[in-house]
């Protein structure tokens, strides 16, 4: 399967509560195989009126942030945990988490990124399985399933709380860190990464 026929298979599911209020699911966008892929929380207002997460506020100020750790929004992959708006912006519960898991988890295995950045509390806590709060846990990075995971605010925290907002650029400071790191470790020869020790 591509992502383009998950994409497809899910434009009419009806697997929970949150399909009939939605305008159209918000199933992801940017470069399908990106090395780094941005997770989010649930699509809101404006993510469920023009099908593409993150383009309200809080998108203006990720696009940003990634711009700032030297990327695009083009190179980088944007998703969700849940592909349908919660009514009035509500928490995502924890049944529609568990329902549309299956799909995040598809389309990660579909991208195969280098890595995930979770942003906010619902994002790591699907990647981890665990009641796990990010202001403790940032500054950690995991492996879940292969995958490194790379744990970061949420940007809509930023715009409600300003001291938030230096904490953020904090974390994507520490994300080109990591990159660069992870970079020149790819490039080495596999002997010296510990591969075959
Ligand atoms: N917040 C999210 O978590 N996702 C979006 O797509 C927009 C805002």
């Known amino acids: ?3 383009l026929e998950l994409n497809d298979s899910l434009r009419n599911c ?4 949150l399909a009939s209020k939605r ?24 993510e469920d009126k023009q099908g593409e997460p993150f383009v309200g506020a809080a998108g203006k ?34 049944d529609e988490i568990e329902t549309c898991k299956p799909f995040l988890l598809q389309q ?23 009641q796990v709060s990010i202001t403790k846990i940032r500054g950690q990075h995991f492996v879940v399933q292969g995958f490194r995971v790379f744990p970061m605010l949420h940007p809509a925290a930023a715009l409600h709380q300003g001291n938030f907002r230096s904490l953020l650029q904090e974390d994507f ?11 020149s470790k790819l490039s080495q ?9």
Do not use: W
Request: aromatic residues 6%; glycine residues 8%.
């Open 61 to 94: 100020l990720l696009t940003e942030l990634i711009e700032s750790s030297g990327l695009s929004r083009d190179d980088v992959y944007i998703a969700n945990v849940i592909k349908c708006r919660p009514p009035d912006n509500r928490n995502p519960l924890p």
């Open 108 to 130: 990660i295995d579909l991208i195969s990124p280098k890595v995930i950045c979770t942003l906010g509390n619902f994002a790591i806590r699907t990647m981890l399985g665990k």
């Open 189 to 197: 020869p596999a002997e010296q990464m510990g591969l075959f020790e």
């Open 173 to 183: 400071a520490n994300l080109r860190i990591y990159l660069e790191n992870i970079n």
């Open 1 to 3: 399967m591509t992502l």
């Open 23 to 46: 305008t159209q699911i918000v199933f992801g966008v940017g470069n399908p195989n990106a090395s780094i892929m941005f997770i989010g929380e649930a699509p809101g207002f404006h």
């Open 14 to 17: 009806q697997q929970c509560r």
